[in-house]
């Protein structure tokens, strides 16, 4: 059944579409099916021409956790498309110590096939990375404790 045809039947089933509904829909197929990015694809983002702008990420985030006392930490990214950015920002963060073994990764992608090349891209990049659906899914914050 082709996405049109999808759409037709739900609302001869269950009534009209509102603009946000309609286009949630169309992002959900249009992400699923396919990865939009680079030459071959729609549009591309910074973290894919260069790597500087996921190195300097980590390198900012690195110094914010150091600054705050090195505590326990989860890093989450919205619609992480390749996962490049994140890649990026964990080989910067190797140096500064433990800091890998005090952070836990969070992706949202609702893509299967952008969560199939974000889990190659990312396979030996960090030891604990989970994937959810939305920020509906996302375990409980931990506290983090503030400096005054």
Known sequence: MTFATELIQSILKDGPLTVADYMERCNAHYYATRDP????GDFTTSPEISQIFGEL???WI???WQNRGKPKAVLCELGPGRGTLMKDALRTTRSPERFHDNIEIQLIETSPTLRKIQQENL???HASISWHDSLDHLPPPALIPHRQ
């Open 57 to 59: 990420i980590g390198a």
């Open 62 to 64: 690195a110094d914010c």
């Open 37 to 40: 990015l680079g030459a071959a």
């Open 123 to 125: 396979q030996t990049s």
